[in-house]
């Protein structure tokens, strides 16, 4: 999608985070960061930050993933490591 399709799409992602959605979600985004073909510039990585969700940039997907399944793959591992770390710390907190 292109970068202001964000805006529209965040309320689904926001919704999906904190839901708490099993499964994988792939949202591929061209931003224009440095504003050189767009009349407004974006940076869609923050909504990652944001909804606490895996950004991979442009680089990490041209090496490692090739296919869609692989991306949902790599997504699934992320978001279960994040569950992961987030019990560890709820467990060191009670301690």
């Known amino acids: ?9 965040s309320d689904a ?14 949202i591929a985004i061209a ?7 767009s009349q ?3 940076d869609s990585r923050y909504w990652g930050r944001f ?3 895996t ?3 442009q680089c990490i997907l041209k090496r490692f993933a090739t296919k ?4 949902i793959e790599l997504n699934r591992r992320a978001f279960a490591a994040g569950r992961a770390a987030a ?8 301690v």
């Open 1 to 9: 999608m292109k970068h202001v399709g964000m805006n529209v799409a």
């Open 13 to 26: 992602l926001m919704t999906m985070t904190l839901t708490g959605v099993a499964g994988g979600l792939v």
């Open 31 to 37: 931003d224009d960061v440095g504003l050189s073909s």
């Open 40 to 42: 407004n510039q974006q």
């Open 51 to 53: 909804a606490h969700v």
């Open 55 to 57: 950004v991979l940039e």
């Open 68 to 71: 869609k399944s692989e991306l």
């Open 87 to 94: 019990a560890q710390a709820a467990q060191t907190d009670a």
